[in-house]
């Protein structure tokens, strides 16, 4: 079956950097445009970025624009979130999405406090 396991999420200090990883199996991952998705508390779901399957095509929101990175590594069947210059706004959970087959990760917690 699908499945999509976050990792690397963590405490940082604002500034500071972490990089996120999602391991994929049960489908073609090479095959699958990928998002991360972020969900602070009281507010919704929101996109983070995504990148497509095979050129990388890549996209993101304007509020981490210039600060993150998606990437992803077809032969490892894992896509990545390189975050820097965190901010105390970037708080949330951070979730893998495989749009195709609408499966959700199970979500990594991201603090950023002093």
């Known amino acids: 079956q699908v499945q999509l396991v976050e990792s690397g999420g963590g405490l940082v200090q604002p500034g500071g950097s972490l990089r996120l990883s999602c391991a994929a199996s049960?489908?073609?991952?090479?095959?699958?445009?990928m998002s991360w998705y972020r969900q602070a508390p009281g507010k919704e779901r929101e996109l983070v970025a995504d990148i497509t399957s095979t050129d990388g095509i890549t996209n993101y929101a304007d509020s981490v624009k210039g600060r993150f990175i998606i990437s992803r590594d077809n032969a490892k069947n894992t896509l990545y979130l390189q975050m820097n210059s965190l901010k105390f706004e970037d708080t949330a959970v951070y979730y893998c999405?495989?749009?195709?087959?609408?499966?959700w990760g199970q979500g990594t917690q991201v603090t950023v406090s002093s």
């Open positions: 049960g489908f073609t991952f090479s095959s699958n445009a």
């Open positions: 999405y495989v749009r195709s087959w609408r499966h």
